[in-house]
């Protein structure tokens, strides 16, 4: 197969930022994406409607002339969150969904839930008038090792939190480890996975062997062979469970290359040329149109989209620019460590 079209693709977890990285990355996901979740960690985080149209507009008035992308806003979820302004915000349709950042897990989560049970008002709320949950599924304790946080989560907060909310819609993001595609399987409902293009590609020797390489650090940190292979067999498999969010998150590589650097892995650029490659290694080209156009949008309810996008094999590899500029600082794209021949027509 040299030509494949498929449905438009959506992101089901991408980061925008704000200001002029919003502006530098927002026509990179544009060019290609339908719609996107929009991550709300921004510093301070998007926590109200008020915050979420403000935000809204901000991505709206930066995206390119013409572009055809609708931004899908979420409200980071807060103790304090008012459900009222939460569920007006949904009715309205103003928000898709609501994020839950355990405190302290990643990037900007300061604000996050430090006890679910502080929270379980408004997921109560959520549960009722069908508002989607996305969760980072990572402990922070200090004691738990950084590879075994997204097993624990499951184990002791996700699998209690489904048993006392059945009706909660959640979505368990970047998932990557074979415990979180075990764990997605064994729900017959209101629960499924996004998984990104870097989790398909690497495994933690990527970032450590042969020297410490900060572009490929992201989180939840990328794990042993064996759950990479899992989250493929996932991804390609054509479950309706599964779905792409590519969690493109930029920092400018100052941030990246410091002493202590940011996690993150910018990825808009040149997704779909990597999950084709992915994809077609697997001989699973056949489902790529599932897990990037049309599981997301059933699972959340919403229309698939009706415009395509074609990708067509080249013989020779496909250029990509190895960083964005921004008006400060360049941002790294991801290097998936092979030629790429899948390009977006
Ligand atoms: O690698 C990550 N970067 N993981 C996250 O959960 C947050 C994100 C960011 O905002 O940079
Ligand atoms: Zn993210």
């Known amino acids: 197969m040299t030509t494949l079209t498929i449905r438009r693709p959506d992101d089901w977890h991408l980061h925008l930022r704000d200001g002029d990285m919003l502006k530098a990355v927002a026509p990179e996901t544009a060019r290609d994406f339908g719609r996107a979740i929009i991550?709300?960690?921004?510093?301070?985080?998007?926590?109200?409607?008020?915050?979420?149209?403000?935000?809204?507009?901000?991505?709206?008035?930066?995206?390119?002339?013409?572009?055809?992308?609708?931004?899908?806003?979420?409200?980071?979820?807060?103790?304090?969150?008012?459900?009222?302004?939460?569920?007006?915000?949904?009715?309205?349709?103003?928000?898709?969904?609501?994020?839950?950042?355990?405190?302290?897990?990643?990037?900007?989560?300061?604000?996050?839930?430090?006890?679910?049970?502080?929270?379980?008002h408004i997921l109560e709320k959520m549960a009722e008038i069908g508002c989607p949950l996305c969760i980072h599924g990572e402990v922070t304790d200090s004691h738990i090792d950084i590879f075994d946080r997204e097993a624990v989560f499951i184990d002791t907060i996700l699998d209690p939190l489904r048993k006392r909310l059945p009706d909660l819609k959640i979505i368990s993001e970047h998932i990557t480890t074979k415990n979180g595609v075990d764990y997605v399987k064994s729900a017959d409902k209101n629960l499924a996975a996004t998984i990104t293009t870097h989790h398909l590609i690497i495994n933690r020797n990527h970032i450590l062997a042969?020297?410490?390489?900060?572009?490929?650090?992201?989180?939840?940190?990328?794990?042993r062979e064996e759950h990479r292979r899992a989250l493929v067999d996932a991804a390609t498999s054509g479950d309706a469970r599964f779905f792409l969010g590519t969690d493109s998150a930029p920092h400018t590589d100052p941030n990246k290359l410091m002493e202590c650097g940011c996690a993150g892995v910018f990825s808009a650029t040149n997704t779909m040329s990597c999950l084709a490659h992915v994809f077609e290694t697997e001989g699973k080209l056949e489902n790529l149109e599932a897990f990037a156009s049309l599981n997301g949008p059933t699972y959340y309810g919403l229309p698939v989209n009706t415009e395509t996008l074609t990708l067509t094999k080249q013989?020779?590899?496909?250029?990509?620019?190895?960083?964005?500029?921004?008006?400060?600082?360049?941002?790294?794209?991801?290097?998936?460590?092979?030629?790429?021949?899948?390009?977006?027509?």
Request: proline letters at 11%; hydrophobic letters at 40%.
């Open 39 to 120: 991550m709300p960690n921004l510093v301070p985080p998007v926590v109200t409607a008020a915050d979420a149209t403000a935000y809204r507009d901000r991505i709206l008035a930066a995206l390119p002339e013409g572009a055809d992308f609708k931004p899908l806003m979420t409200l980071y979820l807060t103790e304090g969150t008012d459900p009222a302004d939460l569920a007006a915000a949904h009715e309205s349709g103003l928000i898709t969904a609501v994020k839950l950042y355990p405190a302290g897990a990643t990037t900007n989560s300061d604000s996050g839930v430090k006890d679910i049970n502080n929270a379980m």
């Open 210 to 223: 042969g020297g410490i390489r900060p572009h490929y650090y992201c989180l939840p940190v990328a794990k």
């Open 315 to 345: 013989g020779t590899p496909v250029t990509f620019p190895a960083k964005i500029e921004t008006s400060t600082d360049p941002v790294t794209l991801f290097d998936p460590g092979f030629p790429l021949y899948w390009q977006v027509a």
